[in-house]
């Protein structure tokens, strides 16, 4: 039986080869997007494709994607939270808004669509069950300078489903991996980064001009990427967190050794603090 993904945020990037890839292994994919009509894949039809509008910070539109997609289908086997964004700037140049929306897209966002999902995967079909994927980014292990908002929208969905991963009931057959990609070759530096106007004081670092020189150096090509997150949803055992790209596992086992050298520098001072318990001979 064709296994059924519904993904967000597939009129480009990731999101738009991971859909493609699930139709090329013969799956069937209900591909969302804010402007639904923008979207094409090769080989989609009728029977093996469902386009609906998402958006991922609009409530009722998330509902009504989840019930056209059953609908359609029957039952939603792979979730793939992917739809989000890069906030670029320094933190004192940005203003409440551009902060907020940053959150309600890429956290919030990931929250209701992780709401909608597991209702589904619990209620909404039989046999219960699923897999949830977060896209999330090296910056959800790793804070790098010009990003601190969206370093902390990608943290908080580290910690949010490391947290629900472990309510869920074994029996509601509900699983979830993040996926952790570092620099890959999308648009996400390109047209899909918002820049914060500059602050005078902030004239050594430049947002628009470094991520314009990395826009399509990176090392990452995305769709081996999207491979890669397919070959995971396909797993009997899917992860809990999944480093992508060169460039990331280098970073993150480099953090891994920094962070045990700092454990091991205050362990005396941080088992220190424990109440003192009287031993009654």
């Avoid at 967000?8 to 990731?14: A, E, H, I, P, V």
């Avoid at 970073?251 to 009287?278: G, I, M, P």
Wanted: proline letters at 4%.
């Amino acid at each position: 039986m064709p296994r059924i993904f519904f993904i967000t945020g597939t009129s480009t990037g990731f999101g738009h080869y991971y859909a493609q890839e699930v139709l090329d292994r013969g799956d069937y994919v209900v591909a969302t997007a804010r402007n639904p009509s923008q979207l094409r894949f090769e080989g989609a039809n009728e029977d093996n494709c469902l386009v609906v509008r998402l958006d991922v910070t609009d409530k009722e539109s998330i509902q009504k994607a989840f019930e056209q997609g059953l609908e359609k289908f029957g039952r939603i086997d792979v979730v793939v939270n992917n739809a989000g964004y890069g906030l670029a700037g320094c933190f004192e140049e940005y203003n409440d808004a551009e902060i907020r929306q940053q959150m309600d897209i890429n956290f919030f966002g990931v929250l209701d669509v992780t709401r909608a999902a597991m209702e589904t995967m619990r209620n909404g079909q039989s046999p219960p069950g699923g897999l949830i994927q977060q896209v999330t980014s090296i910056a959800g292990q790793i804070g790098f300078p010009l990003f601190s908002v969206y370093c902390a929208s990608k943290w908080a969905v580290e910690g949010f489903t490391e947290a629900v991963s472990q309510e869920v009931k074994s029996e509601w057959g509900v699983k979830f991996t993040v996926i952790e990609p570092g620099g890959f070759r999308t648009d996400w530096a390109g047209r899909s980064m918002v820049f914060a106007n500059r602050h005078p004081l902030y004239d050594h670092l430049d947002a628009a001009d470094r991520m314009g020189k990395r826009h399509m150096t990176q090392a990452g090509d995305p769709i081996k990427g999207a491979k890669a997150m397919y070959e995971l949803a396909i797993l009997e055992t899917p992860p809990l967190h999944v480093i992508l790209g060169s460039d990331a596992y280098a970073a993150v086992t480099n953090k891994l050794k920094q962070y045990e050298q700092n454990c091991k520098q205050f362990e005396k001072l941080s088992n220190s603090t424990d109440v003192e318990v009287e031993v009654v001979s």
